[in-house]
Nanobody
Framework: QVQLVESGGGLVQAGGSLRLSCAAS????????MAWFRQAPGKEREFVAA????????YYGDSVKGRFTISRDNGLTTLSLKMTSLKPWDTALYYC?????????????????????WGQGTRVTVSA
């Protein structure tokens, strides 16, 4: 059973930066992709960023392009999300997700239903 544990959330002023981390454990096979999603109160879960976990290709949601950067460590056990130029509308619960099977279509990265495991989330609050 894969376990994902997020950390790094907090309260930050608009224009500030935060770095989220996701520690993965319990893998028994290779991983297809990992991603960050977020959910604000009363809204649907929104795609933030994803990474082809073996190839290193990255994908971003339109609202975070140029401000957020997804990365992983060489041991493939920690996924990070560097967030800069934060806006009040970035306020949300941020989730780490993992898909254990190969991704054939780019659209797969953007859909939360295509991921097999989820963390509990870490809260990010951006004040104006």
């Amino acid at each position: 059973q894969v376990q994902l544990v997020e950390s790094g959330g907090g309260l930050v002023q608009a224009g500030g930066s935060l770095r989220l981390s996701c520690a993965a454990s319990g893998r028994t096979s290779s991983t297809g992709a990992m991603a960050w999603f977020r959910q604000a109160p009363g809204k649907e879960r929104e795609f933030v960023a994803a990474m082809d976990y073996l190839g290193g290709n990255t994908y971003y949601g339109d609202s975070v392009k140029g401000r957020f950067t997804i990365s992983r460590d060489n041991g493939l056990t920690t996924l990070s999300l560097k967030m800069t130029s934060l806006k009040p509308w970035d306020t949300a619960l941020y989730y780490c997700a993992e898909r254990t099977t190969y991704v054939y279509y780019k659209s797969t990265y953007y859909c939360p239903d295509q991921y097999d495991y989820w963390g509990q989330g870490t809260r990010v609050t951006v004040s104006a």
